[in-house]
């Protein structure tokens, strides 16, 4: 019978809030440098991204390092964008990008490995994509 588990890359050994806080001032410095995904942060964003990379980091921190100090909603946050699945697809290649360039090899796979899982939640949450269930928000 095939094993349907889902098999989880396990959190680098050795990954700090140094390499969290490298990783996301890295990401969205290239967001924000990029032609598509660019607009669409800088429309949400304006006048408060200093807030937004704090609480980045907390997030990744929470992820990564189980510091648990992100207790935020993304689910919420993102709806209203109008998000679809070529958009996912740019902002997962250039995380993944940005973290083979900043990260360990079992740094950058752990975050890879992360992101997707976050991305595909929230593209089935906000009904993007073929996993998407239609659920009433
Ligand atoms: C299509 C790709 C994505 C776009 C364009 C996008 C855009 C945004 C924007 C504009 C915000 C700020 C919302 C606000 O404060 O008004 C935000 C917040 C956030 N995003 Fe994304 N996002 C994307 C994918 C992801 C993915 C894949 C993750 C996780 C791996 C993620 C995690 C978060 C989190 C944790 C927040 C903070 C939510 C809060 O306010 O508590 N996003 N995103």
């Not at 990260?103 to 949450?125: V, Y």
């Amino acid at each position: 019978m095939t094993d349907t588990r889902i098999r989880l890359v396990e959190p680098a050994a050795e990954i700090s809030e140094a390499d969290v806080a490298r990783l996301v001032h890295a990401f969205y410095g290239r967001v924000r440098e990029d032609s598509v995904l660019g607009p669409v942060f800088e429309d949400r964003l304006a006048g408060r991204w200093d807030a937004h990379l704090d609480k980045m980091v907390d997030f990744w921190s929470s992820v990564a390092r189980g510091t648990g100090r992100y207790q935020g909603k993304p689910h919420v946050a993102h709806r209203g964008m109008d998000l679809d699945e070529a958009i996912f697809a740019r902002w997962l290649a250039l995380f993944e990008a940005t973290a083979r360039d900043v990260c360990s090899p079992d740094g950058a796979a752990f975050f890879a490995d992360r992101a997707q899982r976050i991305a595909e939640s929230l593209m089935i949450g906000l009904g993007v994509g073929p996993k998407a269930l239609r659920l009433p928000v």
